[in-house]
């Protein structure tokens, strides 16, 4: 797969490491960025090319890669003025790295048709030091054959990465995650306020239960530095509130019962209250501890 005409658009705490992945495996990467320093900064480092807009970025790219904000972001960067459909040649792979809504993914895997154009939905889990050593989990929706082709190139960044069903089920299996992970912080969260305020010794009681079935990556990574009341890194508060509402908004749709979420997702709403938006999401315990 090395050598392959490829394009990056959105180089945030996420796309630059994976966009950087990809040119160190060989690939001729273009990448764009909303704010072009940025894209020079990435060109500096990996070199590679730069585009002023999305369109000119995915001219003659084989696959092209996305990784920006919102439904409203990616439906900008693929549908709107300058944006990639249009300008991707026919049988050219989009593959969008958004965690976004399943809606919004059906949208772009009939726009991709009607331009020639194949789609993948294609959420990553893993976080900013998942997207930096390459380790990131991808769930992917679309079709079986796109996937195929695809795969390699997403494993330049990945531990894994796995083809979840039909356009969609990619972000579906997104939700899911995102669900589970904010009532893993908050259990987290409560224990830990429930140790300290019992007298014990947080960090002795984390080693011993981090061996039994307590044991989640969130208590390895994230239990100290809770205890410490350190959240000055990871994954925002804002993030997780936007995928939070996602959840909550496709719930809506299949009927699926959320009741711990959108508890959890008004403690967050609390954390950012105080100004904990960039925060992260382990900071959930501050409204235990404070």
Known sequence: MSGRRLAFLGLGVMGSPMAGHLARAG????????????????????????????????????????????????RS????????????????ILVDHTTASARVARELYAAAQSHGVRFLDAPVSG????????????????????????????ACYAKAVTLMGAAGAGQLTKMVNQICVAGVIEGLAEGI??????????????????????????????GRT??????????????????????????????????IIAVIDQFYSRIQARGGGRWDTSSLIRLLSD
């Not at 690939?27 to 000119?56: C, D, F, I, L, S």
């Not at 960090?203 to 208590?219: C, F, H, P, T, Y």
């Open 226 to 259: 809770m205890a410490a009341d350190q959240f000055d890194f990871g994954f925002a508060v804002d993030w997780i509130r936007k995928d939070l509402s996602i959840c909550l908004a496709e719930a809506r749709n299949n009927g699926a019962a959320l009741p």
């Open 127 to 154: 976080g900013q030091a998942g997207a930096e050593n390459g380790k990131l989990t991808i769930m992917v929706g679309g079709d079986a054959d796109v996937f195929a082709e695809a795969q390699p190139v997403l």
């Open 77 to 92: 960067v693929a549908l709107g003025a300058n944006g990639v459909l249009a300008a991707m040649q026919s049988g050219a």
């Open 193 to 222: 306020n429930f140790a300290a305020r019992a007298g014990l010794d947080v960090d002795r009681v984390l080693e011993v239960i981090s061996k039994g079935a307590a044991q989640s990556w969130q208590m390895e990574n994230r």
């Open 27 to 74: 690939h001729q990467v273009t990448v764009y960025n909303r704010t072009a320093a940025k894209a020079a900064r990435w060109t500096e480092k990996h070199g590679g090319k730069t585009a002023a807009t999305p369109a000119a970025a995915v001219t003659g790219a084989e696959i092209v890669l996305m990784c920006v904000g919102n439904d409203d972001d990616v």
